[in-house]
């Protein structure tokens, strides 16, 4: 597991070097918010590597920030000793991101739609919804505390 406490930019760059054909795997146990800016300063490297378009490295990067905010928030009510566990799979044509945090979980059917006319002034759900716009898949595993999104490449001609 590569953690971002000990992981400099070189190194980064190191664990980010994909090769046509082959994933990107990687993982990394946060024990703080702020630790995720060098988890998406691999996961750019990586992106940029294979060719992704800019606007896809944003939707993944605005995914991560919300699935690993959310957890540390919500999940593990930012405590300290809770940790968030990211691992991340980024293939020439798709990447996948699983994020786990040490809460108790939650129903994802009971969050508010933040589009219905009495949520528009609630903030809860916007992080969700945005996410399912940006990117192609966002799946929560039972009991809540697991969060898989997906973003393919976009092939333009």
Known sequence: ?????????????????????????????????????G?????????EKLNYYPRDQYAVQMGLQETVFNAFEHGNSMCPTKKVYVTATICDNKCWFQIEDE??????????????????????????????????SVEYQSPGNVVTISKQRTIEN
């Open 1 to 37: 597991m590569v953690s971002t406490n000990t992981l400099a930019n070189n190194d980064a760059q190191q664990y980010a070097r994909p090769v046509l054909n082959q994933a990107v795997r990687l993982s990394w146990e946060l024990s703080d918010p702020n630790q995720l800016a």
């Open 39 to 47: 988890v998406q300063d691999v996961v750019a490297s990586a992106m």
């Open 103 to 136: 809460g108790a979980g939650f129903d994802v059917e009971n969050v508010p739609d933040p589009t219905l006319p009495e949520n528009l002034t609630r903030l809860d759900g916007r992080g969700i919804y945005m996410m399912k716009a940006f990117l192609d």
